[in-house]
């Protein structure tokens, strides 16, 4: 069975900072990876996916992710963070059969004006 | 928004209540899904539906019952629930399973309240 660690539980910036979450995950198969974004009071969004090809993957927002295979990692990434940003993130992977989708602890990221 | 709908958007009922939940999408998607996610917590699968039949269940109670009597429509029935099962329940579709890189689609959430 798939699983994913997001080690940061709760993260706080400035508004300008850069950001970095990271996401491990743990399964045997081809994996599909994928970061959503939980916005105060709104639906589960998707950021960005990772299935096949470069490992290097962007997505809304000025959101990127890059998949390290020998590090099990799928850490995502901004430049430069806004107000707008504060939100909770979740790393998730997907099964090879297609049908299950993993969540991480998700990490809630505050930032400050 | 979302293009995956659910009703109601908040819903408070008793331990001996019955109710249920409604989820509905036209994205023409094939695989539905109920996830459960509680304060502060990571959404929870609970079902599977490919093509209209169960394909995963997660050892979920059985006091929560799925249906799916169509492609677009996806119900959760609820019958002597614990104030524990209090949560966000959410619904989710997606093209396929088994579809390399299909993400999922996920709706507003219910908020229940089990009292």
């Known amino acids: 069975a798939q699983s994913v660690s997001q080690h940061n539980h709760h993260v706080i910036l400035s508004e300008a900072a850069s950001l970095e979450l990271g996401c491990n995950y743990s399964?045997?198969?081809?994996?599909?990876l994928f970061w959503y974004v939980q916005y105060p009071g709104q639906h589960l969004q998707l950021l960005l996916k990772?299935?096949?090809?470069?490992?290097l993957v962007k997505g809304i927002k000025g959101f990127e992710a890059e998949f390290i295979k020998s590090k099990f990692s799928f850490n995502l990434r901004k430049p430069s963070v806004q107000w707008s940003d504060t939100a909770e993130y979740f790393c998730?992977?997907?099964?090879?059969?297609?049908?299950?989708?993993?969540f991480g602890g998700g990490t809630r990221l505050m930032v400050k004006p | 928004d979302t293009e995956v709908t659910q009703t109601p958007k908040h819903l408070v009922m008793g331990m001996t209540n019955k109710k249920s939940l409604k989820c509905e999408q036209h994205?023409?998607?094939?695989?539905m899904y109920w996830y459960k996610q509680k304060a502060k917590k990571p959404p929870e699968l609970m079902f599977v539906?490919?093509?209209?039949?169960?394909?995963i269940n997660e050892s979920v109670p059985s006091r929560f019952s799925p249906e799916c009597p169509n492609s677009s429509l996806l119900n959760l029935h609820l019958h002597a629930l614990q104030p524990e099962d209090s949560a966000l329940y959410l619904c989710?579709?997606?093209?396929?399973?088994?579809?390399?890189?299909?993400?999922?689609?996920f709706g507003n959430g219910t908020r229940l309240t089990v009292t």
């Open positions: 998730a992977v997907k099964n090879n059969a297609g049908n299950m989708l993993t």
């Open positions: 399964y045997g198969g081809t994996v599909n």
């Open positions: 989710a579709s997606s093209q396929e399973t088994g579809l390399r890189g299909s993400p999922l689609h």
């Open positions: 990772y299935f096949s090809g470069d490992p």
């Open positions: 539906y490919s093509y209209e039949k169960l394909s």
């Open positions: 994205m023409g998607h094939r695989a």
